[in-house]
């Protein structure tokens, strides 16, 4: 099975204010409110 895509392990970072990501191997970090808006 080949993965088409390199999205591994999103992590929050230990200040609970960011997320990272990676995506076709860069980095990437957001807010971390952002999971706010897709809780139930």
Same mark, same amino acid.
């Given at each position: @099975?080949?993965?088409l /895509?390199s *999205? =591994?392990?999103?992590?929050? /970072? @230990?200040?609970?204010?960011?997320?990272?990501y990676t /995506? *076709?191997?860069? =980095?990437?970090w957001v !807010?971390? /409110?952002? =999971?706010? *808006?897709?809780? !139930?």
């Amino acid at each position: @099975m080949i993965l088409l /895509s390199s *999205n =591994i392990c999103p992590f929050v /970072s @230990m200040d609970g204010k960011y997320l990272f990501y990676t /995506s *076709n191997q860069d =980095i990437y970090w957001v !807010d971390a /409110s952002i =999971i706010e *808006n897709y809780r !139930d």
